[in-house]
């Protein structure tokens, strides 16, 4: 199992930038894949970006371009880059660790984009 601890929301204006954490318990070299999710009020959760072990990646449409997700292996962080922020993008952001048996999340951060 691992436990997920998310760092780096807030209020920023439209076309700033913030860059969110994700602090894994143990080691993130075997985890399938990591992900940013995130849910707005009154919305479902939806996938933002996904980083599989080996590398690949996939973002949704509403974030290519401006979102960037990478991690740091030695230090077990999963991070989010994002750029030319919009007031569509508040949400609460949720990290997520897909193993082999099932899957764990974070509890959020909040993201709020100001226009």
């Known amino acids: 199992q691992v436990q997920l601890v998310e760092s780096g929301g807030g209020l920023v204006q439209a076309g700033g930038s913030l860059r969110l954490s994700c602090a894994a318990s143990r080691s993130i070299l075997s985890i399938n894949t990591m992900a940013w999710y995130r849910q707005a009020p009154g919305k479902q959760r939806e996938l933002v970006a996904a980083?599989?072990?080996?590398?690949?990646?996939k973002y949704a449409d509403s974030v290519k371009g401006r979102f960037t997700i990478s991690r740091h292996n030695a230090n077990n962080t999963l991070y989010l880059q994002m750029s030319s922020l919009k007031p569509e993008d508040t949400a609460v952001y949720y990290c997520?660790?897909?193993?082999?048996?099932?899957?764990?999340w974070g509890l959020g951060t909040q993201v709020t984009v100001s226009s």
């Open positions: 980083l599989t072990s080996g590398g690949s990646t």
């Open positions: 997520n660790a897909q193993m082999i048996l099932r899957g764990y």
